[in-house]
């Protein structure tokens, strides 16, 4: 397993996050905000995010949730006392970013929005995830990220990629909530930017719908400025006991991948020579990948394609890929431990020269951070005590919550 990352400072270290945001989306964005140093401070219903019951989980853990909230503290509030309302507000004056992803309309209702708490602090970077952004005909609508697939065109362009098969695809992958996650994650280091220079903070109006029709690049202008033929796809090689995929991207990669293959007289032949003789005749050329690939193993035929310097790797799954030198040996992947023990979850993508970039080794547990942020407020025992009775506050130990 990877070792611990050294002991450097992050890039965040001393902001102060408070984290409204549940399911995906906007926990992804918070978590990366932890990775860099942040405190991130996970405001919770009585009962928890929803994701700290869902699969996989042991001993009543889930790493699921943990994947995604590693590094952050957890303080449950009942939103609806008033008392839980006056210390959301006590800690915004504290803060240096709010990341919320209720549906529009909830945090005005609860007297939390973006005017209402930049007035108590200027500087506040204020960042809103939903599914078609705070304004509009489509605000209010629930927005999962199935939903959005569907809505932004992406499932029936994938469709459209597909032969033989008439009905969208099934998907449980969440792109959306990750994408959108990710830029909500970019923006709000601009915003922390600006708060830097100028003293005054912003809004951040973060919609997953504009993330993924953004992420459709060749798709949006194809659908405006349609092209005379489907652009040809690279596929799945068939081996003799897998597949692979083979990615002749330029010319060069084109004729290396022929040399590799042991068949430079594709070079010259007429249907293969340029790139649009082969986009005419692609289909033959897989055909022929696939004879070429189907006496071999699959990892055969990718240290043949790698050793020529063509762009290709087989197919893993997700155990393997985990296992794979290139996550293995750049840290991809950290160990984490929680009530039921240690485990694996994704490091950032990105890394520094100076600074760490890192999952903390940390998952809160419900509520367990409340008497140390309200003692942090200034708030006495007594204090404290009377917003427990009121049910406006709320923590159980570990062994409860298992």
Request: glycine share 8%.
């Amino acid at each position: 397993m990877p070792q611990t990352p050294p002991d450097r400072p992050g890039i965040l270290d001393g902001v102060r996050v408070i984290d409204f945001t549940a399911m995906m989306s906007g926990p992804y964005a918070t978590r990366l905000l932890a990775d860099l140093g942040a405190e991130v401070i996970k405001i919770e219903p009585p009962e928890g995010d929803h994701i700290r019951s869902r699969p996989p989980r042991r001993e009543g853990h889930s790493t699921y949730f943990a994947q995604l909230n590693c590094g952050k503290k957890s303080l449950a509030l009942d939103l609806k006392k008033k008392s839980a309302i006056a210390l959301v507000k006590q800690l915004v004056a504290t803060a240096d970013v709010l990341v919320e992803n209720y549906r529009p309309g909830v945090m005005q209702r609860l007297g939390l929005d973006y005017a209402t708490l930049s007035a108590l602090n200027p500087r506040l970077v204020y960042c809103s995830i939903s599914g078609f952004g705070q304004t509009g005909e489509w605000a209010g609508r629930s927005a999962y990220a199935p939903v959005l697939h569907a809505a932004c065109g992406f499932d029936l362009a994938n469709l459209a990629y597909q032969d033989g098969i008439e009905r969208p695809l099934k998907n449980g992958i969440f792109i959306a909530d990750v994408l959108g996650g990710s830029l909500a994650f970019g923006a709000i280091q601009a915003a922390l930017l600006r708060a830097a220079r100028t003293g005054q903070g912003d809004q951040v109006d973060l919609s997953l719908m504009d993330a993924m029709v953004g992420m459709l690049v060749y798709e949006c202008q194809e659908a405006q400025f349609p092209a005379e033929r489907r652009r040809p796809l690279y596929q799945p090689t068939k081996a003799s006991d897998g597949f692979l995929l083979i990615a002749p991207v330029s010319q060069n990669n084109f004729e290396a991948m022929a040399r590799a293959a042991g068949h430079p007289e594709w070079i010259a032949d007429p249907r293969f020579a340029t790139i649009q003789a082969r986009e005419h005749h692609w289909g033959e050329l897989m055909a022929l990948l696939d004879d070429w690939a189907a006496s071999r193993t699959a990892a055969q035929c990718e240290d043949a394609m790698n050793a020529g310097g063509v762009p290709s790797s087989r197919y893993f799954n997700i155990r393997e890929a985990m296992q794979l030198p290139p996550v293995a040996g750049r840290g991809a992947l950290q160990t984490i431990h929680d009530g039921a023990g240690a485990f694996q979850v994704p490091n950032p993508a990105f890394r520094f020269h100076h600074t760490a970039a890192h999952a903390r080794d940390s998952v809160p547990e419900l509520g367990a951070d409340g008497p140390a942020l309200l003692q942090s407020l200034g708030l006495s025992e007594a204090e404290i005590e009377a917003m427990c009775a009121e049910g406006a506050v709320h923590w159980r130990a570990p062994a409860e919550q298992a």
